[in-house]
């Protein structure tokens, strides 16, 4: 990449680079992304989640409950193959940049709002948590992380710079569509159509989930694999599942269990 040239360059490769990388290239120029760690290692005060032992909360569904606090914030408990997370907190963080960690206070602001709905969960039951920083735009002596607004702002630099701050996940695609507009009004009449196509660009698995997993399942028999493997590959990539496939045949080793975890269950496979 240090040899070729392209029309943008997107430092940061977590949710807003990416989507910023993807609507340029959508819109026709050539886009490189750099990402200092590995892609979507950090996130967009300090966000904390806990992951339960399977069993340990027992739903099918997502849910909102409030939190224990009394301070008008609900957690969201969701369940993800056999384990279930719950998040987020809300802490105004100073630390490490590179890796934050939840404190013992997120992690029981959080078992606190779990347990209020499922009694005798503890925290023997949380079998890993993470945790993210958020940029968020609000001036220093702001008391509550939770008050301040989540929009964005972009602050254009010297010589085509244009950096961009704040907002949340879920508005990764507007922000995305402010700045490449900003840039293709910038590069002016070589910035190919100038027109966002994200609104109606289709992410990950086209068609039904159903028939992709059918077709997996299929090829990891081929391969000697659980046939669990199928579902797991065809969910976490999409439609790039054939893809995994090929780099499994390639190395079999690929096809390992990256970990287990305290019964002997793998918990990921690693395929690229």
Do not use: N
């Not at 945790?131 to 008391?143: E, Q, S, T």
């Amino acid at each position: 990449m240090a040899e070729d040239t392209f029309d943008v360059l997107v430092i940061g490769g977590g949710i807003t680079g990416t989507g910023i990388a993807l609507d340029a290239a959508a819109r026709g120029p050539s886009v490189a992304v750099a990402e200092k760690d590995d892609f979507a290692a950090g996130t967009s005060g300090r966000s904390s989640r806990l992951v339960f032992a399977p069993g340990a909360v027992r739903t099918t569904a997502a849910l909102a409950v409030p939190s224990a606090e009394g301070d008008e914030r609900y957690i969201f408990i969701v369940p993800w193959e056999d384990r279930v997370y719950a998040g987020t907190t809300d802490t105004p963080y100073a630390g490490d940049l590179d890796h934050p960690a939840p404190d013992d206070a997120d992690r029981d602001y959080l078992l606190a709002a779990v347990a209020g709905l499922f009694p005798g969960v503890t925290g023997r039951d949380v079998v890993a948590s993470w945790a993210g920083l958020r940029p968020l735009l609000g001036d220093p002596g702001d008391a509550r992380t939770g008050d301040l607004s989540r929009r964005h702002a972009i602050a254009p630099g010297p010589f085509g710079l244009y950096t961009i701050t704040g907002g949340k996940l879920t508005t990764y695609r507007a922000m995305a569509q402010d700045l490449v507009d900003r840039v293709a009004a910038f590069l002016g009449g070589g910035f190919g159509s100038g027109r966002c196509r994200t609104r109606d660009l289709p992410l990950g698995l086209h068609g039904p989930a159903t028939a992709a997993v059918r077709q997996a399942r299929e090829e990891v028999r081929r391969l000697g694999l659980p046939p669990r493997t199928a579902a797991r590959l065809v969910q976490r990539y999409g439609d790039e599942w054939p893809e995994a496939i090929r780099l499994i045949g390639a190395d079999p080793s690929l096809g390992e269990p990256v970990a287990v975890d305290k019964e002997g269950q793998p918990c990921a496979v690693r395929a690229a």
